[in-house]
């Protein structure tokens, strides 16, 4: 069974910080690993997919990491923002669970301007 | 990237009655899904919706409680019977992109149970 934890569960950093969130899954039998952002009481916006055969993906001030056989991702925000105030969440698919994504607990991230 | 609209948006609703929410999306997607993501916690899988045939559940979701209907490649309705306050939740809806791989969130229905 699939397990993903995310550390730290919350964090607050001053705005301009660069941070990084982390995410760890149990099995590193998986198709990809995606990054998403929840405001409060709201859905969730895909921020960034790795394919199982990629190390990273950027997108803006975002980059994401992913070493499979550890079972480990990191999420890179630059330059922190209020705005980027939200939790982020990863999620894996895992090979043999057909699309279905397993979620991490969240990290809730505070950005003090 | 799909557009996924979800009605109703929120809701409060008394104990032992029962809700159905809709989950339209922009283009057709022959997969849907239903995640509940109960208060503090992270989402969890209900259900797999294909057009054509009946729903996939999960471990711990059963279809009485649970009915999904799915008439086309853009719609599907969740129905959550007989409420209780443990079923107090934000229900999502999620449809996934075979040419992407991503999978994209509708906003959301914020369910309060008396």
């Known amino acids: 069974k699939q397990e993903v934890t995310q550390i730290p569960a919350a964090l607050s950093v001053p705005e301009g910080e660069n941070l990084v969130l982390n995410c760890s899954f149990t099995d590193s039998a998986i198709y990809n690993l995606q990054w998403f952002r929840q405001d409060p009481g709201k859905g969730l916006t895909s921020l960034l997919l790795?394919?199982?055969?990629?190390r990273e993906q950027t997108s803006g001030r975002l980059n994401a990491s992913l070493d499979k056989s550890s079972g480990r991702s990191t999420l890179y925000i630059a330059a922190s923002q209020p705005g980027d105030s939200a939790t982020y969440l990863c999620?894996?698919?895992?090979?043999?669970?057909?699309?279905?994504?397993?979620f991490g607990g969240g990290t809730r991230l505070m950005v003090k301007p | 990237s799909a557009v996924i609209s979800q009605k109703p948006s929120r809701d409060i609703c008394q104990r032992g009655t029962s809700l159905t929410i809709q989950c339209q999306v922009d283009?057709?997607?022959?997969?849907m899904f239903w995640y509940r993501q109960q208060p503090g916690q992270s989402l969890t899988l209900i259900a797999t919706?294909?057009?054509?045939?009946?729903?996939?559940?999960e471990s711990g979701f059963v279809i009485d409680k649970f009915p999904i209907s799915r008439p086309n490649l853009t719609f599907s309705t969740l129905t959550v019977s007989n409420m209780s306050p443990e079923d107090s939740s934000i229900y999502l809806c999620s449809v996934a992109q075979g040419g992407t791989d991503t999978q994209y969130f509708g906003p959301g229905t914020r369910l309060t149970v008396l």
């Open positions: 790795i394919q199982s055969s990629q």
């Open positions: 283009s057709q997607v022959t997969m």
């Open positions: 919706a294909n057009q054509g045939s009946e729903a996939t559940y």
């Open positions: 999620a894996v698919r895992r090979v043999g669970a057909g699309n279905m994504l397993t």
